[in-house]
């Protein structure tokens, strides 16, 4: 028996079929192009109906998406999919897949943590939470070994923590969390540090402003240039209360650190758990773990294959 991931990210699509133990048999990475809406769902589809001709004995299909999966309607919201804010996706999958093999889609911040279940740093834990800083911010939370999802599946939009105070008109369209401490939210604040500074002379001031990215600001770090330091040193302490929020609401033996900024920001994990400590509930705090994927960009992918495991485990 087989099952197919399928990892859906803004500007790719990944597939690959897992045996049931965990080994990636095939695996496959196509770019959407711009393709949006309606093209994105036939890529999908095609993408689906060829594993399926090359691969025997398939049971169950998951897939991962970057935004919310109403698991009612079987419609997803990826913001960054236009034409993507109510699309019919189970739909056009259980269409290209044939009525005998189970569907299931998910968010992207579940996948992760259930990938990491399957075959990652949470591996035998059954309350974890996968910390995703990447573009954006997310939470994939596992609790009593289940993911947590919420009344309308929106559970772990952990960008719109409300970490500072008072409230700016710039956290509107993606929260105070993810403003100060997502890679774009480090950009923005790079930008705007560098439009205060009047005698800064550094690393990032041979870039425009408009160019910055969050790649830059940690190779500024590299080179110890103060403003990129400034920037991370505030990004650690949103890191760490956000770190110790999570910990005080869920008691979880583990945190696990994903995403691209998790990556280069690993390098912070002992700065993170210090200032953790500070704001978390003592007992707690002095428990958990806090870790780096062991999967990486694949965490999604993982996730999406065990998510068509657990369903043909369930009849």
Known sequence: MAVIGLDLGGTKLAGAVFSTDGRIILKETLLLEKRKGKEVGAL???QVKKILNSTTDVKAIGISIPGISFSKRGTVW????PG???????NDIQIAAGKKI???IDSDRACYILGEVWQGAATGCKDAIFLAVGTGIGAGILVNGEILRGSNDIAGAIGWLALDRPFLEKYISCGCFEFYASGEGLAKVGKEFLQNEINYEGVLNTKKEDHITAYDIFEAFKEKDYLAE???RQAVEFWGMTTANLVSLFNPE????GGGVFGPALQFLDDILKEAKKWA???SINQVKLEGSMLGND???????YLALKQTMNG
């Open 44 to 46: 999908i589809q095609e």
């Open 78 to 81: 990826a913001p960054n999919i």
């Open 84 to 90: 993507w804010e109510n699309y019919p996706l189970l």
């Open 102 to 104: 189970k569907v299931t």
């Open 230 to 232: 400034k920037v991370l």
């Open 254 to 257: 583990k945190i696990i650190f």
């Open 281 to 283: 509930q003592p007992i």
């Open 299 to 305: 965490a999604g992918l993982y996730g999406a294959g």
